[in-house]
């Protein structure tokens, strides 16, 4: 009896090339086959993959030598084909994540590129396969310790997928090799989302461009290594995983994160988090006129638009508004960290305070001024490395529960929402030509009804508002103002999860 | 203010088990009240530590599972361990006499069973062995103790603590370096 042998698009597609291509197809999976030294399971997975990507050329018409070019099995290097030993302690911003976890909170942002053309999964997953290598501690899973969390090694294939949940959502991080981020694709936009033990919105931007650049080498335009493009058939750098808050501790002077309860926005918590995703896209050019008219920057700006947003969501009359300010710390430390390192300033201001934009504009500016200053940045970050080594020898089990309690009553009571400005994103000319816009969207945290958070890219500035709450004060305040600025705002986002 | 979609319908994202979680919660803390207070108004054996003991291994094994390093042998050593430690109460609390038999069967199936578990793809659990070397570890000291405890009932005690021993050594022969690296990696104070 003949064994039956299962045919699919991809046999089929076989059976119809000639002698000669068939022999080039055998001996590229055979190189293929010495670079996967993985489990049985993600080989055939990675074998599909390859096979999928060749079918999508057949289909496009590039030709069989092209395709294979284009898909080399030395594009893998060595990261398949060796053992998963590696494993990195977090960071010292990273370390409060896993610890103050919880079923229903998980730290998660999301980047994203809208390409000119609908993305193509089998080579986004080519793309993905290709580029992680580069980066080897975003390969990681996290794992307890005795005294802190750390992230262990996976080799394992790192599945693209459709978008099927709100953005991000929660990363399933518990299993044996787990991921710690994951890259969706919905018609023209690729995403990453990131659970933020990895890495800041830097680093997350350097990975999303990166993979950019290779999704669009696999289509047939070649991106050179540059503008925050890495070269992802060079080998790592250890300083690209590097914890570069410890390096740059200095001078004795700490400051605490302690801070007096804000005011929260009204409006019932949704149990769905984010319960709905807001972008406004504007002309970038136009916004920075804008501030400069007023003698503020974008980010002064956006930032007091918020302050008028939450008192419009609030019934309150009395009590301070916090808004949390990341900074990247890159800005004043020599550093190529693609790990986090930033730290964040704090702006507030009494309700009682805010009459207008006009009026609390000079105010936030001078809050902002001071709070990024150098010394403030060093007191900041010899605080946090002081207070993790302080504990460091208080076990995890003691340490988990106490954080998530501390972290509940100092972390998110402490401010009202979040404004991080990854500010312009500059692209290689050749990938900018594909790349239509960028946006940015952090996830939720307990308390804070809506998070903020701005990119531009290509001109396009694109201010991404997640919402904890149905209540559409804070973004319909949001419009008024642009449009009393005299931006064109193009208005887009998702539709309301959970009601 | 118009409003285009962007992004696609999602699968309707699953809240039962937050719900689950928060209505059996509320039970848990009522009936852990009602338990502890009717315990002490009727007096007796203070069976409702046995009730309290039971409603926390429910609570943790089912309801709130770990959010890191949950897997087979994870979450194995924990229902060992917490069977044990329920065996052991109902044994000193309401019915003594036989836990020095039962513990160290059940112990000693709960190492089988997850040395199986281990030993079967080593490649993928070298990942998860911690657990079970704190298991064998605990064991080993546990029986040992034991054994002068309940020295007229030692050989339950003597099976385990080797069979434990013979499965440490192999995990150290099987692993070599790597379980010193896996130590560093535990250890680490970074």
């Known amino acids: 009896m003949s064994k039956k042998v299962k045919t699919t698009e991809y046999t089929d597609y076989v059976l119809t090339l000639g002698e000669e291509e068939r ?49 080399s099995p030395m594009k893998l290097g060595g990261f398949y084909s060796r053992p998963a030993d590696d494993w990195y302690p977090l960071d010292a911003a990273a370390k409060v994540y896993p610890l103050s976890m919880s079923h229903k909170q998980m730290a998660v942002f999301r980047l994203s590129a809208y390409l000119d053309e609908d993305v193509a999964p ?64 919905y018609k023209n936009r690729v995403s990453c989302e990131f659970f933020h033990i990895l890495t800041d919105g830097t680093g997350g931007m350097i990975f999303l461009k990166s993979l950019t650049a290779e999704y669009l080498r696999l289509r047939g335009e070649a991106v050179p290594a540059e503008k925050g493009v890495l070269d992802i058939d060079g080998l790592p750098d250890a300083a690209e995983s590097a914890d570069d808050f410890s390096k740059c501790v200095s ?64 019934d309150r009359q009395h009590g301070t508004v916090h808004i949390q300010v990341p900074v990247n710390m890159r800005n004043y430390f020599p550093s190529k960290t693609l790990r986090n390192f930033s730290l964040y300033a704090n702006v507030h201001l009494d309700l009682e305070e805010m009459h207008s934009l006009d009026a609390i504009l000079p105010e936030v500016t001078r809050q902002l001024k001071e709070g990024v200053a150098f010394d403030k940045m060093q007191e ?5 490395v002081k207070l993790v080594r302080s504990v460091k020898l208080v076990p995890l089990f003691i340490k988990c529960p106490v954080a998530r309690v501390v972290y509940g009553f100092l972390g998110d009571r402490a401010f009202t929402t979040t404004l991080s400005n990854l500010g312009v994103v500059e692209l290689p000319q050749e990938m900018a030509r594909h790349v239509k816009k960028m946006d940015f969207v952090l996830g939720t945290v307990a308390l804070a009804r809506a998070a903020c958070s701005m990119v531009t890219v290509n001109g396009v500035a694109t201010l991404s508002v997640a919402k904890l709450t149905r209540d559409p004060s804070f973004e319909e305040r949001m419009y008024a103002l642009l449009r009393e600025l005299g931006l064109e705002v193009k208005v887009s986002g998702s539709e309301l999860y959970g009601f | 203010m118009d409003f285009e979609i962007v992004y696609p319908k999602i699968k309707k994202q699953s809240l039962a088990m937050l719900r689950l979680r928060y209505i059996v919660g509320l039970i848990f803390l009522a009936a852990s009240a009602a338990c502890v207070i009717v315990n002490l108004a009727v007096g007796g054996k203070a069976w409702s530590v046995i009730a309290l003991w039971g409603m926390y291994m429910v609570w943790t094994l089912v309801l709130r599972q770990p959010l890191v390093e949950r897997n087979l042998i994870s979450q194995g050593v924990r229902l060992a361990v917490m069977t044990g430690i329920l065996l052991v109460l109902i044994d000193r609390l309401l019915y003594p006499g036989w836990a020095a038999f039962v513990v160290p069967i059940v112990s000693y199936a709960a190492l089988i069973v997850l040395a199986i578990l281990f030993f079967v793809n080593v490649s993928k659990q070298r990942h998860n062995v911690m657990p079970l070397i704190i298991l064998t570890v605990l064991v080993i000291v546990g029986s040992t103790i034991a054994m002068f405890v309940f020295s007229e009932t030692r050989w339950p005690m003597i099976v385990l603590a080797v069979t434990a021993a013979v499965l440490l050594i192999a995990t150290v022969f099987i692993l070599k370096t790597r379980l010193i690296s896996e130590l560093v990696k535990r250890f680490h104070l970074r």
């Open chain 1, 380 to 384: 900041m970050m010899n605080g946090a």
């Open chain 1, 122 to 185: 089998e080579l986004l997953q080519m793309a993905l396969t290709f580029t992680i290598k580069r980066f080897p501690f975003f390969a990681t899973t996290i794992k307890n310790g005795v005294f802190w969390h750390y992230i262990d090694a996976a080799k394992r294939r790192f599945p693209v997928e459709p978008e099927s949940t709100v953005p991000c959502a929660d990363i399933n991080v518990s299993l044996t090799g787990s991921k710690s981020f994951r890259v969706l694709y």
């Open chain 1, 23 to 71: 022999a080039e197809l055998d001996a590229f999976f055979k190189v293929l086959d010495r670079h996967l030294a993985i489990g049985r399971e993600w080989k055939r997975q990675l074998v599909h993959d390859f096979e999928a990507a060749i079918l999508w050329y057949a289909k496009n018409g590039v030709p069989l030598g092209t395709a294979l070019e284009r898909l």
């Open chain 1, 251 to 314: 001078g004795r002077k700490s400051s605490g994160f302690v801070d007096k309860p804000a005011i929260q926005m009204g409006g019932k918590l949704s149990a769905v988090k984010p319960c709905q995703v807001i972008h406004f896209d504007m002309d970038a050019g136009a916004l920075h006129q804008a501030a400069r008219e007023r003698g503020a920057s974008v980010t002064a700006l956006v930032t007091a638009m918020m302050f008028i947003c939450c008192k419009a969501a609030t």
